[in-house]
């Protein structure tokens, strides 16, 4: 406990310093499909080897909570299709966007016993299913999305990744969800006492009901497609997100405030059902991953992208828009020592090698 606060007061001087298509129908789950295809999937590269006959193909249903043109689901679609060109049209996986199958939190359950084969989400509620999770999405931890990508995409990003699987899912690559910072419809934030009382949407997550109230704020655990209706009526009076959610999910129109603060960076994950790929070949699961990865590189740009356009549009629409200074960011930071203990204990050296990325 008193080393990963000392690690996190490094942490917080450091930050401190540097602030300056959804298809006609559903697919079939494989439990739901015929054995007689199940059958004919397991053979059939014996077939492919002796006929020319045209091949029986395995559907997989992706589901996605943002609308078909948002980043994300544009990364799903690129997956989709490299897993299909690399799979020689064996695989095909129906992106479902939009909430199609449920939102976030039902939709990781579904996936962890296999009615749903793949799905990308927010590191956020995974944190319900491998609290170990965490430890990449702890409030301030990266200085930049250069620092974060750096770690993702290491031995350690690789690390917690594999440790998905005693949790019953594969972790096949990372997306970007830039930084999330808190918008409300009452009051501009520029201090942290500005926070005191105010009731902040999070998402459904212990780490992130704890950091709201180390902040001095009100948490209230909900799914995303509930927040724009609960801050028009005043259940709640706000939320946090990035630039493209704040304006996609339409909450800047009822929460005018937003403070970039950016309190976290929770990386975007692309999951598979381990139920799922455990009836896959080694070869077929590594250009499952080949897949992922190369589908990074792409949604990395189109998110860069989208940042740009939905602060353009949301500065154009009169939203009022605040930075912190420096020293209160860093008052901000100081706050999350007793998240970082709880949420992080046990994972101190990773924490220290996480902070050396940043160097
Ligand atoms: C977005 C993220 C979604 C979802 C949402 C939320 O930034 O891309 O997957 O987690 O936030 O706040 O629920």
């Known amino acids: 406990m008193k080393k990963i606060v000392s690690l996190f007061l490094v942490m917080v001087m450091t930050t401190a310093l540097f602030v300056g298509c959804a298809s006609e129908a559903p697919a079939k789950t494989e439990a739901e499909k015929p054995a007689a295809t199940k059958a004919a999937a397991k053979t059939e590269k014996a077939t492919e080897a002796a006929t020319e006959a045209p091949q029986e193909q395995m559907v997989f249903r992706l589901a996605e909570t943002h609308p078909g043109d948002y980043p994300t689901t544009l990364g799903d679609i690129e997956f989709a299709r490299l897993v299909e060109e690399k799979s020689g049209g064996r695989f095909k996986v129906e992106v479902y966007h939009s909430k199609q199958l449920g939102e976030e939190k039902d939709v990781i359950e579904q996936v962890q016993f296999g009615a749903i084969d793949f799905t990308r989400v927010s590191v956020g509620p995974m944190t319900e299913f491998s609290p170990e999770l965490a430890v990449v999405a702890l409030p301030y931890i990266y200085q930049s999305a250069d620092h974060m990508w750096d770690v993702l995409n290491s031995e350690i990003g690789d690390s917690f990744l594999n440790g998905l699987e005693s949790s019953n899912f594969v972790g096949l690559g990372w997306y970007d969800g830039g930084a999330r910072s808190f918008y409300n419809s009452v009051r501009p934030i520029k ?20 950091m709201v109230e180390a902040l001095g704020a009100s948490p209230t655990p909900m799914a995303y497609g509930e927040v724009y209706s609960s801050i028009q009526t005043g259940v709640i009076d706000g939320a946090e997100n990035n630039w493209p959610s704040y304006d996609t999910s339409s909450h800047f129109e009822v929460a005018n405030f937003y403070t970039l603060d950016e309190h976290l960076r929770v990386p975007e994950i692309l999951i598979a059902s381990k139920m799922v790929t455990d009836k896959l070949s ?7 991953k080949e897949a992922a990865l190369e589908s990074q590189m792409f949604q990395r740009d189109l998110w860069a992208a989208k940042e740009k356009a939905s602060e353009a549009k949301i500065r154009e629409a009169g939203n009022e828009i605040f930075m912190l200074t420096v020293e209160e960011k860093a008052r901000f930071a100081a706050q999350m020592a007793p998240v970082w203990a709880k949420h992080a204990e046990g994972f101190e050296d990773i924490i220290v090698a996480i902070q050396d990325k940043a160097k």
């Open 191 to 210: 201090t942290l006492e500005d926070l005191d009382g105010l009731k902040f949407r999070v998402m459904q997550s212990e780490m992130m009901v704890d």
């Open 282 to 288: 080694a070869e077929d699961m590594a250009l499952i």
